[in-house]
């Protein structure tokens, strides 16, 4: 299958800090890819879909200017949680799509568990 | 109601055991159905995936949809303990979860 990695895997800031997660696709090439986020014990919940080169879409409730996606390349997505505060202390899980006419593949990072202290 | 219904368990079995999983969902319209396996504090790995309905299998794994019931499953056959771990299911592209099923198989 199709490899995703994340970096960082933890990360641990202070509150009002900025904090960059990576997602990169290592063997193939995403148009897009997807984050989400974990809360213990429950499911994923989606927070924004990346396409390269274009603006990422966001979901009801999530606030693009605190959730900062850039998809700059075909294989590289980043997450900046902006100004951090402790609850946005959570998993953050990325994905991407696996380029093929009738795509339903995605393929999931490791995570990165972010606590904001 | 929400588009998937997932049993959030948690269900504990025997080795060997078999284990039965299982949604619903809502939209008559899905044509995609996955299942995901996730380890603790680690991403979610795809483990099978089936369009439309019928039976896939694959080693230990079958997974099933129903379209005329909307209820989607996956069988575990002769689980094992690395088997221990939440298992989500997922419909149509967009990737819409159930909420888990924590599962553990005991030695």
């Known amino acids: 299958g199709a490899v995703v990695s994340q970096h960082p895997s933890w990360v641990i800031c202070k509150s009002g800090t900025s904090v960059k997660i990576e997602c990169r696709s290592l063997?193939?090439?995403?148009?897009?890819m997807f984050w989400y986020r974990q809360f213990p014990k429950q499911s994923l919940m989606l927070m924004a879909t990346?396409?390269?080169?274009?603006?990422?879409?966001?979901e009801q409730g999530v606030e693009k200017d605190k959730f900062l996606i850039n998809h700059a390349s075909l294989t590289l997505s980043t997450l900046t949680v902006t100004s951090a505060h402790p609850e946005d202390s959570s998993f953050y899980i990325c994905?991407?799509?696996?380029?093929?006419?009738?795509?339903?593949?995605?393929?999931f990072g490791p995570g990165t568990r972010l606590t904001v202290t | 109601q929400k588009e998937v219904e997932q049993d959030p368990g948690p269900l504990s079995v025997p080795e060997g055991a078999i284990v039965s999983l299982n949604c619903t969902y809502s939209?008559?319209?899905?044509?995609?159905f996955m299942w995901y396996r996730q380890y603790s504090r680690k991403g979610p790995e795809l483990l099978m995936y089936?369009?439309?309905?019928g039976n896939k299998e694959d080693g230990r794994f079958t997974a099933q949809v129903d379209k005329s019931s909307k209820y989607i499953s996956l069988f575990i056959r002769d689980s094992q303990p690395s088997d221990s771990a939440t298992y989500l299911c997922?419909?149509?592209?967009?990737?819409?979860f159930g909420s888990g099923t924590q599962l553990t198989v005991l030695p």
């Open positions: 063997d193939f090439q995403a148009t897009t």
């Open positions: 089936t369009y439309s309905s």
């Open positions: 990346s396409n390269e080169g274009s603006k990422a879409t966001y």
């Open positions: 997922a419909v149509s592209r967009q990737l819409t």
């Open positions: 939209n008559s319209a899905f044509q995609y």
């Open positions: 994905s991407a799509r696996v380029p093929r006419e009738v795509s339903y593949e995605q393929y």
